[in-house]
């Protein structure tokens, strides 16, 4: 479970984040992950509720969680396709050539302050 030091890097950005911006509260904070991004957002909801206690300016910040959507291209027919409906294989030709485009990030999206 690598999400725990994920979060705790979160919150260190997100202090540093208050501190520039003269934040003394977070609102909220939106963080986007890709659907095939090894991290799952579970664990990360879990760790943060252990961890935005512990921080000053996050104790009362809420998180959401935007998933986007995985798109893969075929190196063959140079067609996109949902990642998750065809895997590694290219619903429009059957290629197996095919490479991620997007899906696998893992951003923080934006802050709200109070
Ligand atoms: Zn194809």
């Known amino acids: ?37 090894s991290v799952l957002p579970d664990y990360i909801v879990d760790a943060w509720k252990y961890l935005h206690k512990k921080s000053a300016v996050l104790t009362d910040a809420e998180l959401k969680i935007e998933r986007l959507p995985a798109v893969s291209i075929c190196l063959d027919c140079k067609k996109t396709y949902p990642t998750l409906e065809g895997k590694k294989q290219c619903p429009h030709c059957g290629g197996f050539m095919t490479e991620l485009v997007s899906g696998d990030e893992f951003n923080i999206k934006e802050i709200e302050g109070c």
């Open 1 to 37: 479970m690598h999400e725990f030091g994920i979060v705790v890097h979160v919150v260190d950005t997100l202090e540093k984040l208050a501190t520039e911006n003269d934040l003394t509260e977070i609102a909220s904070v939106t963080l986007e992950i890709g659907e095939v991004s």
